[in-house]
């Protein structure tokens, strides 16, 4: 089963990610990363690990691993 990993103080939040997600399993938060951004959120319960974010995402924010 893989598991997705997501950098946070990496993301630039240019929603990218969530507006490609089939899933709607990720949004941009609330809160701010350490660059002054706000950073995207995963609910896992929504993700099926397809990798679409990990490919649209400029900034390398996501990363998907093998359990």
């Known amino acids: 089963m893989a598991t ?3 950098d946070t103080d990496r ?3 240019c ?3 969530v507006i490609s997600c089939p899933q709607e399993a990720l949004a941009i ?3 701010l990363n ?3 951004y706000n950073y995207v ?3 896992e319960s929504k993700c ?3 990798g679409i974010c990990y490919t649209v995402c400029p ?3 996501f990363e998907l691993t093998e359990d």
């Open 4 to 6: 997705l990993h997501i």
């Open 11 to 13: 993301c630039k939040s």
């Open 15 to 17: 929603g990218y990610c």
């Open 29 to 31: 938060s609330d809160s």
């Open 34 to 36: 350490e660059n002054g």
């Open 41 to 43: 959120e995963c609910d």
């Open 48 to 50: 099926v690990k397809c």
């Open 59 to 61: 900034d390398v924010v």
